[in-house]
Nanobody, 110 residues
Framework: VQLQASGGGSVQPGGSLTLSCRVS????????MRWYRQAPGKQRELVAS???????NYTDSVKGRFTISRDNLKKVAYLQMNSLRLEDTAFYLC?????WGRGTQVTVSS
């Protein structure tokens, strides 16, 4: 099982990024997919999750700005991030069933 995250980068406050988590080696359709983030000096935080039934959940700080989605044919989970803030700067990782991707860095700075 492999998870590969991509799509990070550097943006100004108010900007947007879309992260992708490609999964291989397992039946993607039955997976609960989660995006976490970890900022320097802070604990890892669950940002968003999506169930096999496409039910979603978000941490309060990203509600209305981030959208998690999935494409079962492509075996990819996405995290669309809009209206990015300085405090969204972190290393973002995708996870399913205790399996982790390598993650991707998101930096929001002016």
């Amino acid at each position: 099982v492999q998870l590969q995250a991509s799509g990070g980068g550097s943006v100004q406050p108010g900007g947007s990024l879309t992260l992708s988590c490609r999964v291989s080696g397992i039946n993607f359709r039955v997976l609960y997919m989660r995006w976490y983030r970890q900022a320097p000096g802070k604990q890892r935080e669950l940002v968003a999750s999506i169930t096999p039934e496409f039910s979603t959940n978000y941490t309060d700080s990203v509600k209305g700005r981030f959208t998690i989605s999935r494409d079962n044919l492509k075996k990819v989970a996405y995290l669309q991030m809009n209206s990015l803030r300085l405090e969204d700067t972190a290393f973002y990782l995708c996870e399913t069933g205790q399996r982790w991707g390598r993650g991707t860095q998101v930096t929001v700075s002016s």
